[in-house]
């Protein structure tokens, strides 16, 4: 007889079937090596959604509530094309730098003038 691999689908209904059967779960679980908390999440599974919800889930989130929104990420994009952030900083630092220079000149005449 030809040795044969499962699924991993085909083995848990396997364990859901001995368990549904009348199988003690102590006993299908020491038999499939998992614990007795798999195989009674494999029956309520299989309970609920048939042969398909044994499956592999994706563990993959459905949101992410601190996701950037598309207003947002838009606007980055935008600020990206036109020019990196470090340029747009050094131009705000340098728009600064003049205002503080003419408001010292501004004083500086008027304390001389």
Not at 54 to 65: E, I, N
Not at 78 to 94: C, I, V
Not at 100 to 109: D, F, H, L
């Amino acid at each position: 007889m030809a040795l044969v691999e499962l699924s991993i689908v085909e083995q848990r209904y396997r364990a859901v079937l001995e368990a549904a059967a009348g199988v003690q779960v102590t006993e299908v679980a020491a038999r499939h090596e998992m614990s007795r908390q798999s195989v009674h999440a494999w029956l309520a599974r299989y309970w609920e959604g048939g042969l398909g919800a044994l499956a592999d889930r994706p563990r993959r989130p459905d949101t992410c509530p601190h996701q950037v929104s598309a207003e947002i990420e838009a606007a980055v994009c935008e600020m990206r094309d036109h020019g990196s952030a470090r340029a747009l900083r050094d131009q705000r630092d340098d728009e600064h730098l003049r205002a503080r220079a003419a408001r010292a000149s501004a004083r500086g005449g008027r304390r001389h003038g």
